[in-house]
């Protein structure tokens, strides 16, 4: 029994580790990653699907949730108005089959 209890609070851990929840931060200081968004999937370092679900967010695959509370987020993200200010440039992608990253070398940003 204590064995299963163990292993269930470490998968929890784990995935709670890699999760993509994110939060929208007002202001660029106090975000963990710099983002822009781009018209072109071409530009894209990751193409991202909006997940309606926290569930559905448990890799660090593009598949993103956006919380409504800072507390509740893996990482804190702020919108940047130019592609030169980002430190990570996404296309959002209307499906969750698209999700994932074109850059691998910028994954460790969403880690």
Same mark, same amino acid.
């Given at each position: 029994?204590?064995?299963?209890?163990?292993?269930?609070?470490?998968?929890?851990?784990?995935?709670?580790?890699?999760?993509?929840?994110?939060?929208?931060?007002?202001?660029?200081?106090?975000?963990?990653? %710099?983002? @822009?968004?781009?018209?072109? $999937? *071409?530009?894209? +370092? !990751? &193409?991202? #699907?909006?997940?309606?679900?926290? /569930? =559905?967010?448990?890799?660090?695959?593009?598949?993103?949730?956006?919380?409504?509370?800072?507390?509740?987020?893996?990482? %804190?993200? @702020?919108?940047?108005?130019? $592609? *030169?200010?980002? +430190? !990570? &440039?996404? #296309?959002?992608?209307?499906?969750? /089959? =698209?999700?994932?990253?074109?850059?691998?070398?910028?994954?460790?940003?969403?880690?």
């Amino acid at each position: 029994m204590k064995t299963l209890i163990l292993l269930l609070v470490c998968s929890m851990t784990i995935s709670s580790f890699m999760a993509q929840i994110v939060y929208t931060c007002q202001y660029k200081s106090d975000a963990d990653v %710099k983002v @822009y968004v781009s018209n072109y $999937k *071409s530009e894209a +370092d !990751l &193409v991202v #699907y909006k997940c309606t679900y926290k /569930s =559905d967010a448990t890799e660090n695959n593009g598949c993103w949730y956006f919380a409504e509370y800072k507390s509740e987020a893996k990482k %804190k993200i @702020y919108f940047v108005n130019y $592609k *030169s200010e980002s +430190d !990570l &440039v996404i #296309y959002f992608s209307e499906y969750k /089959s =698209d999700a994932g990253w074109i850059k691998k070398e910028k994954k460790h940003l969403m880690y």
